[in-house]
T-cell receptor
Framework: AQTVTQSQPEMSVQEAETVTLSCTYDTSESDYYLFWYKQPPSRQMILVIRQEAYKQQNATENRFSVNFQKAAKSFSLKISDSQLGDAAMYFC?????????????FGTGTRLQVFP | SQTIHQWPATLVQPVGSPLSLECTVEGTSNPNLYWYRQAAGRGLQLLFYSVGIGQISSEVPQNLSASRPQDRQFILSSKKLLLSDSGFYLC?????????????FGPGTRLTVL
């Protein structure tokens, strides 16, 4: 079974600085999808970025980018020019491409604090 | 554009009382629908998912049930709430036309069982 591990329960960053959140996963599949979700204090889960495993190019969405290392099974999220509004829980998630196994598997989350 | 609604936003219920949480999606048809629960300080636990009207798959056996009476409506129910049912309930949808099956979440319902 696939697993997702976020080894950093908490991280902090100064406003305008860059921070990287780690995520590793375990799978025997060659194709899959990876996601980062943000959960602010309102607790609504917001999609930040997604990566398709067959694509070698790292996904980027404005200030958010990923470092996808398929061989190492690593999927880290880099937040550039951090803003106070980036403070939230961040969850990494994995999804198999198989219709029979289409659940999202979430990590335990990393709480990001942003200091002014 | 697509939007997903959940209500109520907050609910306080006594032990043993019934429960009905509603989730509706606008701007899409034939969505996959999901119910998750998140206990305080914890990750998300998938409870139910549905690929069509009347089609419900249960991930965790418990005193909760789900129904999908209409294409874009998903309801989470219980006949008798337990203290352990307290938590934050999130509904999500994904599109059959999106091969990544990316899930988009609603604002959630905070349930407290006393």
């Amino acid at each position: 079974a696939q697993t997702v591990t976020q080894s950093q329960p908490e991280m902090s960053v100064q406003e305008a600085e860059t921070v990287t959140l780690s995520c590793t996963y375990d799978t025997s599949e060659s194709d899959y999808y990876l996601f980062w979700y943000k959960q602010p204090p309102s607790r609504q889960m917001i999609l930040v970025i997604r990566q398709e495993a067959y694509k070698q190019q790292n996904a980027t969405e404005n200030r958010f980018s990923v470092n996808f290392q398929k061989a190492a099974k690593s999927f880290s999220l880099k937040i550039s020019d951090s803003q106070l509004g980036d403070a939230a829980m961040y969850f990494c998630a994995y999804r198999s491409p198989l219709i029979t196994n289409d659940k999202l598997i979430f990590g335990t989350g990393t709480r990001l604090q942003v200091f002014p | 554009s697509q939007t997903i609604h959940q209500w109520p936003a907050t609910l306080v219920q006594p032990v043993g009382s019934p429960l009905s949480l509603e989730c509706t999606v606008e701007g899409t048809s034939n969505p996959n629908l999901y119910w998750y629960r998140q206990a305080a300080g914890r990750g998300l636990q998938l409870l139910f998912y549905s690929v069509g009207i009347g089609q419900i798959s249960s991930e965790v056996p418990q005193n909760l049930s789900a129904s999908r009476p209409q294409d874009r409506q998903f309801i989470l129910s219980s006949k008798k709430l337990l203290l352990s049912d307290s938590g934050f309930y999130l509904c999500a949808w994904s599109s059959l036309r999106d091969y990544t099956d990316t899930q988009y979440f609603g604002p959630g319902t905070r349930l407290t069982v006393l």
